[in-house]
């Protein structure tokens, strides 16, 4: 079943068009991740299904919903983590959820929440005090605290240690499985491609592909590389008349072939008729960096840096 639908979506700053021709479909009870270059129209969508924005044109439907017409049904079935939030410093996390429950007609259990996040020695904590995975986890019990049945969100882990990033990553996990659907807008491609059941690549405006994270990297079509050693003589014409086969070099007895599509089935079955056995065998696989450049045209942003656990 259609938890969202978002069909040809504009939205204009003065002369800066934000969001060209945006659709895509999220499905109940999947991780739909939203990758793309910075200004490629990732957050602008984002505000305009949470209703905080007004599309120019196009529709979207929030469990049949529409975020503007029907805002106060939405942001009951709605959760959001924004990119950029704060709170005072003084508050503690027990008198933030009690505040956000406040706004919801039939709340989550918060005490549950803070369970669930790995937040229950830290309620009575001040905000200032707690690190940067923890004011994250805090923005997701916030974000799951009216009971929604979709939850947003975006950038969760820019600024975390890897530590910090990969527990994150299980909470994200944990939601899911509890039945919350989750749209998850994020530059980090490990995090998109371990997190997502589909991906939506946004260029310009515009969606330039979606598909799961595996179709999208087979799509791109990437470059792969194959490295052996060998003891017997092999004549390099064997891998070299491959279809897959782009180059093969050979540096101090280590065999590369490079190419794409079924290289490694390519060269394994190339070896095994000529009767050649490969040694220390190891493949750089292409992963969503490489699918993301080829649909943009351009690399993935680097990371901001990290905020340290303590």
Request: aromatic content about 4%; hydrophobic content about 40%; proline content about 4%.
């Amino acid at each position: 079943m259609t938890a969202l639908e978002v069909r040809n979506l504009h939205k204009r700053y003065g002369r800066h068009v934000a969001v060209e021709d945006v659709s895509f479909t999220v499905e109940e009870g999947e991780i739909f991740g939203v990758i793309g270059p910075n200004g490629a129209g990732k957050t602008t969508t984002v505000e305009c299904i949470a209703g905080l924005r007004t599309p120019d044109s196009g529709a979207i439907s929030v469990l049949g919903l529409d975020p503007i017409r029907d805002r106060a049904e939405v942001r009951e079935r709605l959760g959001v983590q924004l990119q950029e939030s704060g709170f005072p410093d003084a508050i503690t996390v027990a008198e933030a959820l009690e505040l956000y429950s406040s706004y919801y007609r039939n709340p989550a259990d918060w005490r549950e929440l803070v369970e669930l996040l790995g937040l229950a020695d830290k309620r009575d904590t001040r905000y200032k005090a707690l690190s940067g995975g923890q004011k994250q986890r805090l923005s997701i019990a916030l974000a799951l605290v009216g009971g929604p049945r979709i939850a947003i969100l975006d950038e969760l882990t820019t600024g975390l240690d890897p530590q910090a990033r990969r527990d994150t990553w299980n909470l994200i996990a944990r939601v899911r499985d509890t039945g919350v659907t989750i749209l998850l807008v994020t530059h980090f491609m490990d995090e998109a491609e371990r997190l997502s059941d589909r991906i939506a690549v946004i260029d310009g405006g515009r969606v330039a592909a979606v598909d799961t994270p595996a179709a999208l990297i087979a799509q791109a079509n990437a470059v792969q590389r194959v490295r052996f050693r060998v003891r017997q003589p092999l004549d390099g014409r064997v891998l070299t008349g491959l279809p897959d086969v782009t180059d093969v070099q050979i540096t101090e007895g280590r065999w590369t072939v490079t190419g794409s599509g079924q290289l490694l089935s390519s060269v394994a079955g190339a070896l095994a008729r000529a009767q050649v056995v490969a040694e220390d065998l190891r493949v750089d696989r292409h992963g969503l960096d490489d699918a993301f450049e080829a649909f943009t045209g351009r690399a993935p942003e680097s990371p901001e840096p990290l905020q340290k656990e303590g």
